[in-house]
């Protein structure tokens, strides 16, 4: 525990720059007792737990330690870590007044600012918003991250019941940034694409890849993790297959569990190691109609011809049996969907009561948090109505997707996700719509109080009572250590996919192959390999080329590399040259490779892979292992034929699921 000067109870405007001064300095001069999440959870017991401060007192009872969050010189329940989580919210939930309560049911963003996050919108949301969940989007070093989250607890730990903040974050151990999807991983462990995973085909890699994450997560003081995604990709062109584990229900299903299973710390509910996840898009997301995105009022619907929709919740059994902590409904709106004689509200997931209580609450026996997509409170007027691709879904009006709900107010939408189903609306933070749906009559003050139990149980089960605060140095030692990046190189090393192999070249003999040609790998990986680079493919023994999903046409949704893209311009030019060649798609999604094969010696497809691994690879130094998590079609036009809600059922496909090559030929 910490030893420091006693800090103000409550941050009052008055004194905002001298007391976010004062935050700073506390801050960057503190340590906390609190270290990395150990590799094995804990499970919870009446033991001592760990606890942390940064100005909260200690209360010592029978040589037993809490934090004294209320300052009041004795342990109120709800701070006492011996009672059960729900004990303790109940506890804590009866002092809370409404605008307290509502403060629980939104999830802000922690604005960032270069390495850490702006001081003043934090203490505005936390202070006086009561605002206690929050997502980071900083993209930063694992040290610096933990420091700027050590604010946000310092912060959180100043106000009247001093309760913390709990961190979440979009993936950000892959190789990618994706705006509103992923965050750029910088030195934590770097993983596949959850598809590359599925390739791999071995839920016990997918536990480890999970464990990683979760290890590193709580090391740089975030406690939830916003997924995994429990999406079924049936519509190839849609632009979030990567995210998912790929076509086929039972495979997505299994892979779910375990990763579920790893990010968790087991099966049986959170712990004070645990990173609760979020699975999601409840529920059929991957069926987007013309594979658009739902983050557009063009795309906000998913459809189902093929009478499919039954399976698009299987993956999700895989989570449910993991125990999950969270669910995330999908923006989308189930186009015209009659289940079971009942005819699905056409509003989004996260207005949809059917889809919530009767669906995942009744049927799937789903207890935890219901936690929306971000922006389907925000208002989409006529610009964002007509906003399409290439142009960001964020605009001049903010961010807005209330797909179903575009003509109600925001405190309607906020009251429409509540008495749906919904616990607490994501990506929003004004806690007064939650105030203004109780007083105008739109929403009852107990579904306000089951709402908000629900979110302090979990807060409670991840042991943020007793120890917020995490140690810089310890996250920067742990996060992409040599251990878990083995993990990270060996989950790569099995997912790639090696698809076409004319007379054998892979691997290839150093012995024949000495000068190298590349595209889109780094000169110095081949270098420290004994290979020489040249950027004449005419003097080169072996090319190798990367080679990108094209996004093509005018809605992204393009499946074909064509010469358009100067990868693919590059690889035809090495062919033409006469020099073996090996093409290197990165399979966001299930690629037309017709052109590609066509002209290169020999296809390994990757879902996310370092130019290290790749290299070792070629070279013979590592195998490829993986299997294609869905098939790849021959044509654009077997796409557009194809049904978007049922999995692999394009035309004469170039590629079946499970397709792979091993370097025995088998």
């Not at 605008?99 to 999830?107: D, K």
């Not at 996050?117 to 202070?127: E, L, N």
């Not at 059917?354 to 389907?376: C, H, N, T």
């Not at 399409?388 to 009251?415: D, K, L, Q």
Request: hydrophobic share 40%; glycine share 10%.
């Amino acid at each position: 525990m910490d030893a420091h000067p006693p800090v103000p109870r409550r941050l009052r405007r008055s004194r905002a720059a001298a007391v976010l001064a004062g935050l700073v300095a506390v801050t960057v001069g503190g340590t906390t007792a609190a270290g990395a999440a150990p590799a094995t959870p804990a499970a919870r017991t009446s033991a001592q737990p760990v606890l942390s401060t940064r100005g909260a007192p200690i209360l010592d009872v029978g040589g037993l330690k809490f934090r004294d969050l209320d300052r009041d010189g004795r342990v109120t329940p709800y701070e006492d870590w011996r009672l059960t989580p729900e004990q303790r919210a109940d506890d804590l939930l009866a002092r809370l007044d409404l605008a307290q309560r509502a403060g629980l049911l939104v999830h802000g963003n922690l604005t960032s600012s270069g390495t850490t996050y702006d001081v003043a919108a934090t203490v505005r949301d936390i202070a006086d918003r009561h605002v206690t969940t929050m997502i980071t989007r900083l993209s930063a070093e694992p040290a610096q991250i933990a420091e700027a989250n050590n604010l946000v607890q310092l912060i959180a730990e100043q106000q009247p019941f001093g309760i913390p903040v709990l961190v979440s974050s979009d993936p950000r151990n892959g190789f990618s940034e994706v705006e509103g999807q992923t965050v750029a991983g910088k030195g934590t462990t770097s993983l596949p694409d959850p598809t590359g995973l599925a390739a791999a085909g071995d839920p016990d890699l997918t536990r480890r890849a999970g464990d990683v994450v979760r290890q590193e997560f709580r090391a740089m003081g975030i406690a939830q993790l916003l997924g995994p995604q429990a999406d079924l990709a049936t519509e190839p062109r849609w632009t979030r297959i990567n995210g998912t584990f790929g076509s086929d229900a039972e495979t997505a299903r299994d892979e779910v569990r375990a990763y579920v299973d790893g990010v968790q710390g087991g099966t049986d509910g959170l712990t004070r190691d645990s990173v609760a996840t979020v699975t999601k898009h409840w529920a059929g997301y991957g069926a987007q109609v013309n594979g658009y995105d739902s983050h557009y009022a063009y795309g906000r619907y998913a459809a189902f011809p093929g009478g499919n929709f039954e399976e698009h919740l299987v993956p999700y059994d895989g989570a449910f049996e993991a125990g999950t902590a969270g669910i995330m409904p999908t923006y989308s709106i189930l186009e015209n969907l009659v289940r079971d004689g009942h005819e699905v509200e056409q509003v989004g997931a996260g207005f949809n009561s059917y889809l919530l209580q009767d669906v995942l609450r009744g049927e799937k026996g789903f207890d935890g948090v219901v936690l929306s997509d971000w922006g389907i409170t925000g208002d989409c007027p006529q610009e964002c109505l007509d906003n399409r691709p290439p142009n960001s879904f964020i605009g001049s009006w903010g961010v807005g997707m209330p797909w179903g709900m575009e003509n109600a107010t925001r405190t309607e939408r906020f009251a429409k996700a509540l008495n749906a189903g919904v616990d607490q609306i994501g990506g929003d933070s004004d806690s007064t719509q939650v105030v203004a749906a109780v007083e105008q009559g739109l929403l009852s003050a107990e579904r306000v109080a089951q709402a908000a139990h629900r979110v302090l149980v979990q807060k409670f089960q991840l042991g943020l009572f007793e120890n917020p605060f995490v140690d810089p140095a310890a996250a920067g030692r742990l996060a992409g250590n040599a251990r878990f990046q083995r993990i990270g190189d060996e989950a790569q090393e099995r997912s790639l996919t090696l698809l076409q192999n004319t007379d054998d070249l892979l691997p290839v003999s150093r012995a024949s192959v000495r000068t190298v040609y590349l595209a889109g790998i780094d000169p110095a990986v081949a270098r420290a390999r004994g290979l020489r680079v040249t950027e004449d493919p005419t003097k080169a023994d072996l090319a190798v080329v990367r080679i990108a999903d094209p996004r093509s046409g005018a809605d992204l949704t393009g499946l074909e590399p064509t010469e358009e893209q100067a990868d693919v311009r590059l690889l035809r030019a090495a062919a033409a040259a006469g020099t073996p060649t090996v093409a290197v798609p990165k399979l966001d999604r299930p690629l037309v490779l017709t052109g590609v094969a066509s002209v290169a010696d020999a296809v390994l497809a990757n879902y996310g892979v370092s130019d290290e691994v790749l290299l070792d690879t070629v070279l013979g130094r590592r195998a490829p292992g993986g299997r294609l998590p869905f098939e790849l079609p021959s044509s654009e036009a077997a796409v557009t034929a194809q049904l978007p809600d049922v999995a692999d059922d394009s035309a004469d496909p170039m590629f079946a699921r499970g397709a792979g090559l091993s370097y025995d030929g088998r």
